[in-house]
């Protein structure tokens, strides 16, 4: 199965990589990585956490601060590969957040809470 970074989009990926010193062409890898993690966890997330937006691809959740770290050490990723997943799911509902005017409310959120981007189309 080869996601090449979904759902996050093409720029996200390239701003979120440059911004975490992770290589261009191994962000779209952590990605999918973590996508195949957390796909088989998206009832779990929507039981746990708030689901914030949907599209037909994808669930947006506000998730714990420090969840990051917990799914980098579960697959094993270093700080910088982490930080880079992270940040290009923020970014992701941070594009999402200004295409339909919720930018201020979602980078309020950020102040307390993480988010999860989960891809649930095949």
């Known amino acids: 199965m080869s996601m090449r970074g979904d759902p ?3 720029q996200v990926l390239l701003l979120a990589g440059s911004t975490a010193s ?3 062409e191994r962000l779209p890898d952590l990605i999918d990585h973590v996508q195949e993690d957390l796909a088989d966890r998206l009832p779990e997330y929507e039981r746990r956490y708030e689901r914030v937006y949907g599209t037909d691809d994808a669930a947006y959740f506000f998730v714990e601060a420090g969840h990051w770290e917990d799914v980098g050490e579960r697959l094993g990723f270093d700080r910088r590969e982490t930080s880079a997943v992270e940040r290009a799911h923020r970014e992701q509902l941070r594009r999402v957040g200004r295409r339909i005017d919720r930018r201020e409310e979602f980078d309020a959120a950020f102040d307390v809470r993480e988010c999860v981007v989960i891809s649930h189309s095949e």
């Open 22 to 24: 992770v290589a261009p």
């Open 8 to 10: 996050i989009d093409g």
